[in-house]
């Protein structure tokens, strides 16, 4: 908020390689710490070493621009170890609620707000002054920090009595901070505070005081330059041009509320309206992470039954609902594992195994926890090697800190020989960390606290029903047993001491982000323990169905001998590609077609599509998917035939637009109907994919962080 009133256009005119921020003060509730964005930026020549995921602007196979995630390379599904940060949940919808809030204010709106809040601090500072309470700070926004030294307990018992809450800066300081909801009756209040506890009265002033105190702010440090200058923050002037310009956005997205979403390891499945509603609550909603215990009680009795609910589905003895996401769960989980190891006097202890078959996230965040990562090989059959792992444990000798193992497998199987690897480990001295991305499969069936596992996290925005489309946001609790409970994530007091726990805490609020929270219990508490777990046999059976389905027209990898799967399948595309060229991302590309989001890509192997259906799913649904699966191989027999052009075809071409479809011209030797309704059902409810095919090197070799000019856009104002 600052920046919009103060600071130079994009902080350009200072020598940062580095800058970071947060957008909690745009339109995004404090819920009790959280979830809320924040963004780093840095130069050009670092790009590459930036953490998390870049979005980038890009072309199209028409020419036309087209969003993409960029520079994918240095992302931890890739480079695994060697990425340059773990993190796979981004913070999207909180991003997307801040940007909301720049469209629906505008520049003059935001910068409004900011010289509001920028002159009541400094209106609040002068009043301050008045009564004999020193200011320390000169320069301030929206906060104050202020030297009450004897008078501090008195000051805070005072606020409290009249419902204001202040912030304690060590033994003898308060500090304040103001926002736009702050209005000249709070400061009434809050000065009237001061000056009975310092023997003073308070009148007020006379007139416009804050038109008259002095900016908190130095000369050079205020901003000249226009902002929010892309046209989109000038055009949004009612509810009804807000409304419309959401449904332009929202039309452009293949969601759950149009087609399942068959991501594997990506558990897209419902997230009720019921649980929902209950984030918006204001008790929920607009609670400080750091108000006095007595003022939370709710929120304290809803993350102990949680946390007791999540210890009973898993098996484990104590949980932490700390890390913000399920990377941080990892990161979090090896910590601990690492913090055990060191108070057994075995620090050495720092070689960290992990399956091949592993998300690239496990030994990204091995390699932020100060391990040495070493692979296991996987058989044939997708289940880790046992013979390789203990070759592994051997010569990592007294030196193997932890196996991280997911359950079941990122190759969609159950190990046949978990509790027999767990106990491998557990005999030359290590942990076991399961990692919980696929307890959509296990909850209700099976709990890891009893069959070997020492620590796990699980992704509520994944099992657990919290939203996450675009990314998040996300919870990653970790669950553990009784020996690892004093190494969990430590957390503050309003003060910055470590309150509890051996280790520093992960997140920036104690429970992490606890507005999101009520989500999970509220799915938690409805489902009931035979809900629970017919959700998932449910989704077992639908993984299932649509394998024994489609293994008629797709290799399926690493089912059983009985041809089962756990909660997703893997369909194998490289014999298609070896035989026609058509390549899993031709398939994919083609299903947008047919209306429906794409399978995970090339993971856990390249040249395949995981599919992951949910308990969501109905039958009506999983036909759907099933029958445009099988049109496409139809499709492809047809290139494999040479019944049509290797290159110019329905897949090489997807997804088609309806500029294309519409175009005066069309050369290609498949008709308009083929390229855009392959199926009868499309004519009734047609999803137009936004863009063409997105050239993927011309985004890398382009990569476009900011706002370009509108130029490069070419868009009429009503296509924004």
């Known amino acids: 908020a600052a920046l919009s009133d103060r600071l130079p256009s994009c902080r350009r005119h200072f020598d940062h390689t580095r800058d970071v921020s947060r957008r909690a003060r745009l339109g995004v509730p404090m819920g009790f710490g959280g979830p809320h964005a924040g963004f780093m930026a840095c130069r050009d020549a670092f790009k590459r070493n930036m953490p998390g995921r870049l979005v980038g602007v890009s072309r199209d196979s028409q020419g036309d621009p087209a969003m993409r995630l960029a520079l994918q390379t240095r992302e931890q599904h890739i480079r695994r170890e060697k990425a340059t940060s773990n993190i796979c949940t981004a913070q999207v919808l909180l991003a997307v609620m801040a940007g909301m809030y720049a469209v629906w204010h505008g520049p003059q709106g935001i910068r409004r707000i900011a010289s509001r809040v920028a002159h009541f601090s400094a209106y609040l500072r002068t009043s301050l002054l008045s009564l004999g309470m020193p200011v320390v700070n000169d320069t301030f926004f929206d906060t104050l920090l202020l030297d009450s030294g004897v008078h501090t307990a008195g000051v805070l018992r005072a606020a409290r009595a009249a419902s204001i809450n202040l912030r304690q800066v060590g033994d003898d300081r308060v500090a304040i901070s103001l926002d736009e909801t702050t209005d000249a009756t709070d400061l009434d209040r809050l000065l009237h505070v001061f000056a009975k506890v310092l023997g003073r009265t308070w009148k007020g002033q006379d007139g416009d005081g804050a038109g008259r105190a002095q900016s908190g702010i130095p000369a050079w440090l205020q901003r000249q330059s226009p902002i929010l200058s892309h046209p989109v923050f000038s055009q949004i002037h009612s509810e009804t041009d807000m409304l419309r310009y959401l449904r332009r956005l929202a039309d452009k997205d293949l969601a759950l509320d149009r087609t399942m979403i068959p991501l594997g390891s990506c558990t897209m499945k419902l997230n009720a309206t019921a649980e929902m509603i209950p984030i918006t609550w204001p008790g929920f909603a607009n609670l400080h992470p750091y108000v006095p215990s007595d003022?939370?009680?709710?929120?304290?009795?809803?993350?102990?039954?949680?946390?007791?609910?999540?210890?009973?589905?898993?098996?484990?003895?104590?949980?932490?609902?700390?890390?913000?996401?399920?990377?941080?769960?990892?990161?979090?989980?090896?910590?601990?594992?690492?913090?055990?190891?060191?108070?057994?006097?075995?620090?050495?202890?720092?070689?960290?195994?992990?399956?091949?078959?592993?998300?690239?996230?496990?030994?990204?965040?091995?390699?932020?926890?100060?391990?040495?990562?070493?692979?296991?090989?996987?058989?044939?059959?997708?289940?880790?090697?046992?013979?390789?792992?203990?070759?592994?444990?051997?010569?990592?000798?007294?030196?193997?800190?932890?196996?991280?193992?997911?359950?079941?497998?990122?190759?969609?199987?159950?190990?046949?020989?978990?509790?027999?690897?767990?106990?491998?480990?557990?005999?030359?001295?290590?942990?076991?960390?399961?990692?919980?991305?696929?307890?959509?499969?296990?909850?209700?069936?099976?709990?890891?606290?009893?069959?070997?596992?020492?620590?796990?996290?699980?992704?509520?925005?994944?099992?657990?029903?919290?939203?996450?489309?675009?990314?998040?946001?996300?919870?990653?609790?970790?669950?553990?047993?009784?020996?690892?409970?004093?190494?969990?994530?430590?957390?503050?007091?309003?003060?910055?001491?470590?309150?509890?726990?051996?280790?520093?805490?992960?997140?920036?609020?104690?429970?992490?982000?606890?507005?999101?929270?009520?989500?999970?219990?509220?799915?938690?508490?409805?489902?009931?323990?035979?809900?629970?777990?017919?959700?998932?046999?449910?989704?077992?059976?639908?993984?299932?169905?649509?394998?024994?389905?489609?293994?008629?027209?797709?290799?399926?990898?690493?089912?059983?001998?009985?041809?089962?799967?756990?909660?997703?399948?893997?369909?194998?595309?490289?014999?298609?590609?070896?035989?026609?060229?058509?390549?899993?991302?031709?398939?994919?590309?083609?299903?947008?077609?047919?209306?429906?989001?794409?399978?995970?890509?090339?993971?856990?192997?390249?040249?395949?599509?995981?599919?992951?259906?949910?308990?969501?799913?109905?039958?009506?649904?999983?036909?759907?998917?099933?029958?445009?699966?099988?049109?496409?191989?139809?499709?492809?027999?047809?290139?494999e035939r040479s019944e049509c052009d290797a290159l110019d075809n329905v897949l090489k071409n997807a997804p088609h637009t309806a500029q294309m479809v519409t175009a005066s011209q069309w050369q290609h030797g498949y008709t308009r109907e083929e390229a855009a309704y392959p199926l009868a059902g499309l004519r009734q409810n047609k999803y137009w994919p936004p863009v063409a095919r997105v050239d993927n090197a011309y985004g890398d070799r382009n990569l476009v962080c900011s706002c370009p000019p509108v130029e490069a856009y070419a868009e009429d104002a009503h296509h924004v």
């Open 295 to 639: 003022q939370s009680l709710g929120y304290q009795t809803l993350i102990q039954r949680l946390s007791d609910a999540l210890c009973a589905i898993t098996g484990y003895a104590v949980a932490s609902l700390q890390p913000n996401s399920g990377a941080q769960g990892e990161f979090a989980g090896l910590m601990a594992i690492r913090a055990y190891h060191r108070s057994q006097g075995q620090a050495r202890r720092d070689v960290c195994l992990i399956p091949a078959s592993a998300h690239g996230t496990n030994p990204a965040s091995a390699q932020l926890a100060g391990m040495h990562v070493v692979v296991v090989a996987s058989d044939d059959h997708g289940n880790v090697d046992v013979a390789d792992l203990k070759t592994k444990i051997a010569q990592a000798g007294d030196r193997l800190a932890a196996l991280m193992i997911t359950y079941p497998s990122t190759h969609g199987v159950f190990e046949v020989a978990i509790t027999d690897i767990c106990d491998l480990v557990h005999a030359a001295g290590g942990q076991v960390y399961l990692d919980g991305a696929n307890m959509n499969a296990m909850v209700g069936l099976a709990r890891p606290g009893l069959f070997g596992s020492d620590i796990s996290h699980l992704n509520l925005h994944k099992t657990f029903c919290i939203p996450h489309g675009g990314g998040g946001p996300g919870v990653g609790p970790i669950v553990a047993r009784a020996h690892l409970a004093p190494f969990l994530p430590g957390v503050l007091d309003h003060l910055g001491k470590l309150e509890k726990g051996a280790c520093g805490p992960v997140a920036a609020a104690p429970y992490g982000s606890a507005g999101i929270l009520p989500i999970s219990y509220a799915y938690i508490a409805m489902m009931g323990a035979d809900g629970l777990r017919r959700a998932s046999e449910v989704a077992i059976l639908n993984a299932n169905y649509i394998a024994a389905r489609l293994g008629k027209h797709y290799p399926i990898l690493y089912a059983t001998g009985k041809g089962r799967v756990a909660h997703e399948c893997i369909l194998d595309i490289r014999p298609i590609k070896d035989g026609c060229g058509v390549t899993a991302e031709d398939v994919a590309k083609r299903l947008v077609d047919y209306g429906f989001h794409a399978p995970t890509m090339s993971f856990p192997v390249a040249g395949t599509l995981m599919v992951e259906p949910t308990e969501s799913e109905g039958q009506f649904e999983l036909d759907r998917f099933i029958d445009a699966m099988i049109a496409i191989r139809a499709e492809i027999a047809q290139i």
